[in-house]
């Protein structure tokens, strides 16, 4: 019974509960112990006890892995840094109660790099989380407790937030689906921020009509988060057979970036022929500031960063250090609660924010920001869709780009340029690679989500990527 009851996918679960024929208890237990059990890292925390099942909203009761970025009332919420430890939020993030009031239920909290700052999750306060398909590697960042949770059948789903990558990256590494909606879309209230203007929440699912039907619950403009939207769609699961008729560019300026394995160029470019035999059309096409999205985002991100990261003073919440007077107080909580690479971005961001730089800087990085989002803009008067790999590379060895800052930047090239636009985009395990997956990702135009969903499931039956690293 337990692997059946793990084959199901989230949404074949919720289906199930809602009929009556399998008893939500029965699934929380098995994914709470099996949680329980975890030796990846992946979780932060478990609850000791069961909550209250409800299988009768569109979420059918099926439990759910939340990112430890995201508040939720008088549970331990520490965005995976040593600063907030033992911190227990007053309220829940509007996106973690919109689901639970459909009817996913938390079944814990996932680790990540701290404070969503990492393409690792080897940057937590709390130690990295492994890969489960190889437990030398890393799961990627900074959402990777929520992959390698997801991916393990730790979880049957999560969710998790992307700034730069971190939802698309994870995913493609840990051979799951991973959608990074468009900016706005879903509330960030109660999402501890690290750059205010690029992040975004989203679903990390076994398969994508999962993530799609997750996604339509999350949406929709709230009160609390004055960049919330209203959501021009209805929420729908995906249904597309063929791809007939829709139009894929491929981007030369992101496919000529320096550092794709060949493994994962091989994997892309078989996609691309199977979206092909789908009946779509597929053409290069030009985003000619893209290879500057990698430099803009390590400016304007670490920039928001400094900001945001301001409050956290050994005053209202999280730790203090002891010491013998309040400045000394204030850099002895910040020097004993930040990691190294909260440290580095601080001080980047505080550097190109600083009185004679911001404009060389901030002001300039602006302006490709700007440049990126009017390339996407033509480039889909074009073509329908955009794809691209995820990342360059599978799952690198555990500790091999802690020393590199650079080379770990660089595993977010790909998807970099998307949250720069604020547009949606779904990584697809596409195969393996020396035994490792590869993710595919596919973007489009603000608020294309379902659309992106649709044409997903289509390649996703195609390519026929069903494996995954069970303990």
Excluded at 321 to 337: H, I, K, N, V
Aim: with cysteine; net charge negative; proline share 7%.
């Amino acid at each position: 019974m337990t692997s059946e009851l793990l084959s199901l996918t989230a949404a074949q679960a919720a289906e199930r509960t809602r009929a009556g024929d399998l008893d939500p208890r029965e699934l929380w237990d098995l994914y709470r112990e099996r949680a329980g059990a975890d030796d990846l890292g992946a979780y932060l925390w478990l609850p000791d006890d069961a909550p209250e099942m409800d299988a009768s909203g569109p979420l059918g009761g099926v439990p759910l892995a939340v990112k430890d970025l995201f508040c939720v009332e008088d549970v331990p919420s520490t965005s995976g840094s040593r600063i907030l430890e033992g911190y227990r939020p007053p309220y829940t993030a509007t996106s973690v109660r919109k689901l639970v009031d459909a009817g996913a239920p938390m079944l814990g909290k996932t680790n990540m790099d701290e404070f969503a700052m990492g393409s690792s999750n080897e940057n937590s306060g709390y130690g990295p989380v492994k890969n489960p398909w190889d437990e030398s590697r890393v799961p990627g960042g900074s959402s990777g407790g929520s992959a390698a949770a997801v991916a393990a059948g730790l979880a049957p789903w999560a969710i998790g937030t992307d700034t730069g990558g971190s939802i698309r990256q994870p995913a493609a590494l840990c051979g799951i689906v991973g959608l990074k909606p468009t900016y706005g879309a879903v509330s960030r209230y109660g999402m501890i921020a690290f750059a205010s203007s690029l992040d975004q929440c989203g679903p990390l699912t076994r398969d994508v009509t999962d993530a799609a039907l997750l996604f339509g619950q999350m949406t929709g403009r709230d009160p609390c988060d004055s960049t919330s939207l209203d959501y021009p769609a209805d929420p729908r699961l995906p249904s597309a057979e063929r791809l007939d008729g829709l139009r894929f560019g491929v981007p030369k300026e992101l496919l000529d970036t320096e550092g794709i394995e060949p493994g994962v160029r091989a994997v892309f470019d078989t996609t691309v022929k199977r979206i092909e035999e789908l009946g779509a059309t597929v053409e290069e096409i030009a985003l000619p500031h893209s290879g500057h999205g990698l430099a803009a985002y390590y400016v304007l991100a670490p920039a928001e960063a400094s900001a945001n990261l301001a409050r956290y003073d050994g005053v209202r919440f999280g730790i203090r250090a002891e010491a013998p007077d309040l400045l000394s107080m204030y850099e002895e909580t910040r020097a004993q609660g930040f990691g190294d690479e909260v440290k580095r971005r601080i001080m980047l961001g505080t550097y190109a924010l600083s009185s004679g730089y911001y404009d060389a800087y901030y002001g300039q990085a602006q302006k490709v920001r700007t440049k990126i989002a009017d390339d996407f803009r033509a480039a889909f008067e074009r073509v329908d869709l955009i794809v691209t790999p995820t990342s360059p590379t599978t799952a690198f060895p555990l500790g091999a780009r802690t020393g590199d800052p650079l080379a770990m930047y660089l595993s977010d090239v790909l998807a970099v340029p998307m949250s720069l636009a604020g547009i949606p985009a779904i990584s697809i395990p596409g195969g393996l690679a020396d035994g490792l997956p590869v993710g595919v990702q596919l973007a489009g135009p603000a608020f294309s989500e379902f659309e992106i969903c649709d044409a997903a499931y289509a390649l996703e039956r195609a390519i026929g990527f069903g494996d995954l690293p069970w303990k």
